[in-house]
């Protein structure tokens, strides 16, 4: 819908690459789905690439994928492609001046590298989800918590919430306010506006996604229970959206 005319993300199975892309859980696949990950991943570069459209995002998107899958491998190789690929993703968002991203990516290739050459390596949505929340917080203290600058940084953060998969209700509130500020800087119909208040609603319907032995299943979360460590779900999801 935002390259209506793109013959790239035309092609045939195109979304469903990177819907399942999205939504795997690479830590937990087995080596098959690895593989037709990556193998989806490259597929998306290519066709990219050979086309010369300006899509960053989905390029971004492609190499990130094929990082993850990569890395997954837990081998010498698959570590040095996933560090190839991050930090070509790194460079983009450094060449464009976006700094929170590539902090974050930061953490990212220093993980990787830890895992390539046997480090402790401390959980990663911890790692990161702390290191943006010190940046937001910064933020607020420096420029005030309705400013424009905010937004950027806010959305970082939310998306850190959101992966950790256990800070939804404050993701929520977090976006709802962010959505209200962008509102009043920059009016209802800009994209930014727009973007945080799509982000809003797939966050309010509180999904999570796990592999089952049917395939990649979205459920409802309904909440989560602190005992177990688990999410309470409800689903799955006959028609989830894309």
Same mark, same amino acid.
């Given at each position: 819908?935002?390259?209506?005319?793109?013959?790239?993300?035309?092609?045939?199975?195109?979304?469903?690459?990177?819907? /399942?892309?999205?939504?795997?859980?690479?830590?937990?696949?087995?080596?098959?789905?690895?593989?037709?990950?990556?193998?989806?991943?490259?597929?998306?570069?290519?066709?990219?690439?050979?086309?010369?459209?300006?899509?960053?995002?989905?390029?971004?998107?492609? !190499?990130?994928?094929?990082?993850?899958?990569?890395?997954?491998?837990?081998?010498?190789?698959?570590?040095?492609?996933?560090?190839?690929?991050?930090?070509?993703?790194?460079?983009?968002?450094?060449?464009?001046?976006?700094?929170?991203?590539?902090?974050?990516?930061?953490?990212?290739?220093?993980?990787?590298?830890?895992?390539?050459?046997?480090?402790?390596?401390?959980?990663?949505?911890?790692?990161?989800?702390?290191?943006?929340?010190?940046?937001?917080?910064?933020?607020?203290?420096?420029?005030?918590?309705?400013?424009?600058?905010?937004?950027?940084?806010?959305?970082?953060?939310?998306?850190?919430?959101?992966?950790?998969?256990?800070?939804?209700?404050?993701?929520?509130?977090?976006?709802?306010?962010?959505?209200?500020?962008?509102?009043?800087?920059?009016? /209802?119909?800009?994209?930014? /506006?727009?973007?945080?208040?799509?982000?809003?609603?797939?966050?309010?319907?509180?999904?999570?996604?796990?592999?089952?032995?049917?395939?990649?299943?979205? !459920? !409802?979360?309904?909440?989560?229970?602190?005992?177990?460590?688990?999410?309470?779900?409800?689903?799955?999801?006959?028609?989830?959206?894309?």
């Amino acid at each position: 819908e935002n390259y209506p005319g793109s013959e790239v993300l035309k092609l045939g199975g195109f979304s469903m690459i990177i819907n /399942t892309i999205d939504s795997m859980d690479y830590e937990n696949i087995n080596s098959e789905l690895r593989e037709e990950g990556k193998r989806a991943a490259s597929q998306m570069i290519s066709a990219i690439q050979e086309s010369g459209e300006d899509i960053n995002e989905q390029l971004l998107f492609a !190499y990130t994928a094929l990082a993850a899958f990569s890395e997954a491998d837990k081998t010498s190789d698959g570590y040095k492609k996933a560090l190839h690929c991050y930090e070509k993703v790194r460079d983009w968002h450094k060449s464009v001046g976006d700094e929170m991203r590539v902090k974050r990516l930061e953490v990212v290739i220093d993980r990787v590298k830890s895992k390539r050459d046997g480090r402790e390596v401390k959980p990663f949505r911890d790692e990161v989800l702390k290191e943006i929340r010190s940046d937001y917080d910064q933020c607020v203290r420096e420029r005030g918590e309705s400013s424009a600058e905010i937004l950027q940084v806010g959305r970082s953060l939310s998306e850190a919430l959101y992966g950790s998969g256990i800070h939804g209700l404050e993701c929520e509130r977090l976006l709802n306010k962010l959505a209200i500020i962008s509102r009043r800087i920059h009016g /209802t119909g800009h994209e930014i /506006t727009l973007d945080l208040e799509i982000d809003l609603d797939l966050c309010s319907e509180r999904r999570v996604g796990m592999m089952t032995d049917d395939g990649f299943k979205q !459920y !409802y979360a309904l909440r989560f229970d602190d005992e177990e460590g688990k999410h309470v779900v409800k689903g799955p999801i006959s028609n989830p959206r894309k």
